[in-house]
């Protein structure tokens, strides 16, 4: 497939685009700015110019694509307005093809998890988050017009020594001691960054259409967990130290989320496994340590 991708030069897309280069896919990546084509063109990336933010710049590479990937990490005022234009303006261009259009998304979209939950189970996000499952619906609604329309739901990303987990690497770097909020006694699911990417591929490969599949892991660690880890692996003993998540604003809301979630539909369907190690691992011994050293 000619496979295109927004948002390629961010952690998730970088990712995203390798798995899809590796399964022997021509891949193109969005470039808004020359920042972001140098970057690319670092990499060996094949770049059109494309702004989330100006969809009609989206139109011609979007025409020339089998299958297009969103995971834009908008920055802007409205990230959301940004979102839905943009995505607007794909399905426009998209409509009729049946061509293959994925959405990046989140776990955080089902809220507070009472049990392990699937992709049946409603969808109850923080407040801040509501616009995000709206996006969704869209997206899935996309099979009424001719697209083969896909969402991936993403649990908390970790690897080389990036995403959210990184903050708490710092702050136990700078404090001797990791931030956490709350009593810490909160789940996450998890989900390694080439793991995310492998799914994204075979998502979009043989993904059944209007369907979302969850990006998670087999564990359950809780938050305190995860921050003791990162806490040892910074070398602070495991020290952590307790923080309002008001500090964090609607952000911390999402991290307080206690989630469990099932990657049953992923491994049924598509034949996906994890492979990486689990994130506290890779958080006392794996990439983190590694660019703590290196910075």
């Given at each position: 497939?000619?496979?295109?991708?927004?948002?390629?030069t961010g952690y998730a897309g970088s990712a995203i685009e390798r798995a899809f280069s590796r399964r022997g896919h021509w891949t193109v990546a969005t470039a808004r700015s020359d920042i972001a084509r140098v970057t690319l063109a670092s990499r060996g990336i094949a770049h059109a110019f494309g702004d989330a933010?100006?969809?009609?710049?989206?139109?011609?590479?979007?025409?020339?694509?089998?299958?297009?990937?969103?995971?834009?990490?908008?920055?802007?005022?409205?990230?959301?307005?940004?979102?839905?234009?943009?995505i607007r303006a794909i399905a426009?261009?998209?409509?009729?093809?049946?061509?293959?259009?994925?959405?990046?998304?989140?776990?955080?979209?089902?809220?507070?998890t009472e049990s392990v939950v699937d992709e049946s189970a409603p969808l109850k996000p923080p407040p801040?988050?509501?616009?995000?499952?709206?996006?969704e619906q869209m997206v899935l609604n996309m099979v009424k017009i001719g697209i083969r329309g896909l969402v991936l739901r993403a649990g908390v990303t970790y690897g080389?020594?990036?995403?959210?987990?990184?903050?708490f690497v710092q702050s136990a770097r700078q404090r001797l001691s990791t931030m956490l909020l709350g009593n810490g006694e909160n789940h996450w699911a998890t989900i390694a960054r080439d793991d995310l990417a492998s799914l994204m591929v075979l998502v979009a490969e043989r993904g059944k259409p209007g369907a979302a599949y969850?990006?998670?892991?087999d564990s359950a660690f809780t938050m305190r967990e995860i921050a003791e880890a990162a806490s040892r692996g910074a070398g602070a003993g495991g020290a952590i130290t307790t923080v309002s998540p008001g500090i964090l604003g609607p952000f911390g809301e999402?991290?307080?989320?206690?989630?469990?979630?099932?990657n049953a539909r992923a491994k049924r369907d598509l034949?996906?496994?994890?492979?990486?190690?689990?994130?506290?691992?890779?958080?006392?011994?794996?990439?983190?340590?590694?660019?703590?050293?290196?910075?």
């Amino acid at each position: 497939m000619d496979v295109l991708i927004l948002g390629a030069t961010g952690y998730a897309g970088s990712a995203i685009e390798r798995a899809f280069s590796r399964r022997g896919h021509w891949t193109v990546a969005t470039a808004r700015s020359d920042i972001a084509r140098v970057t690319l063109a670092s990499r060996g990336i094949a770049h059109a110019f494309g702004d989330a933010t100006r969809p009609e710049t989206l139109v011609e590479p979007v025409k020339r694509a089998d299958a297009v990937v969103y995971c834009v990490q908008a920055t802007d005022a409205d990230p959301w307005e940004v979102d839905l234009r943009a995505i607007r303006a794909i399905a426009r261009t998209m409509a009729g093809t049946e061509r293959t259009f994925v959405y990046l998304s989140s776990t955080w979209v089902y809220g507070e998890t009472e049990s392990v939950v699937d992709e049946s189970a409603p969808l109850k996000p923080p407040p801040h988050l509501e616009k995000r499952a709206k996006l969704e619906q869209m997206v899935l609604n996309m099979v009424k017009i001719g697209i083969r329309g896909l969402v991936l739901r993403a649990g908390v990303t970790y690897g080389d020594g990036g995403g959210i987990p990184a903050m708490f690497v710092q702050s136990a770097r700078q404090r001797l001691s990791t931030m956490l909020l709350g009593n810490g006694e909160n789940h996450w699911a998890t989900i390694a960054r080439d793991d995310l990417a492998s799914l994204m591929v075979l998502v979009a490969e043989r993904g059944k259409p209007g369907a979302a599949y969850n990006a998670v892991d087999d564990s359950a660690f809780t938050m305190r967990e995860i921050a003791e880890a990162a806490s040892r692996g910074a070398g602070a003993g495991g020290a952590i130290t307790t923080v309002s998540p008001g500090i964090l604003g609607p952000f911390g809301e999402s991290l307080l989320l206690d989630q469990r979630v099932s990657n049953a539909r992923a491994k049924r369907d598509l034949g996906w496994a994890p492979n990486a190690q689990p994130i506290v691992d890779e958080l006392e011994y794996g990439s983190y340590p590694i660019a703590l050293i290196a910075s």
